[in-house]
Nanobody, 123 residues
Framework: QVQLVESGGGLVQAGGSLRLSCAAS????????MGWFRQAPGKEREFVAA????????DYADSVKGRFTISRLNAKNTVYLQMNSLKPEDTAIYYC????????????????WGQGTQVTVSS
């Protein structure tokens, strides 16, 4: 079965950096677009970043543009989210998701989800 396993979350001070990883199995990774979403306490899950199956195109939420970078390594079935200049408002559970072929920015367009990893940014 398809599994997406996130890692790399933790506690960091404002202005710091973290790199999240999402390891995929049970699917042909190189044919899936990948996305990162996040959910803060009391809020709806929201789009953060996405990358095409080839890695040739990316998309970002306005709130993270210039600070976060999504990338992927198809040889390792892994997608990454490099987060720099973190702010307290970035505190959330971060989820990776997979969608066949085309890039997307809405939750219901994704087929598979990971369990999430907690990111906490202290002020």
């Amino acid at each position: 079965q398809v599994q997406l396993v996130e890692s790399g979350g933790g506690l960091v001070q404002a202005g710091g950096s973290l790199r999240l990883s999402c390891a995929a199995s049970g699917l042909t990774f190189s044919t899936y677009a990948m996305g990162w979403f996040r959910q803060a306490p009391g809020k709806e899950r929201e789009f953060v970043a996405a990358i095409t199956w080839s890695g040739g195109s990316t998309d970002y939420a306005d709130s993270v543009k210039g600070r976060f970078t999504i990338s992927r390594l198809n040889a390792k079935n892994t997608v990454y989210l490099q987060m720099n200049s973190l702010k307290p408002e970035d505190t959330a559970i971060y989820y990776c998701a997979a969608r066949s072929w085309r890039i997307a920015t809405t939750l219901d367009e994704y087929d598979y989800w990971g369990q999430g990893t907690q990111v906490t940014v202290s002020s």
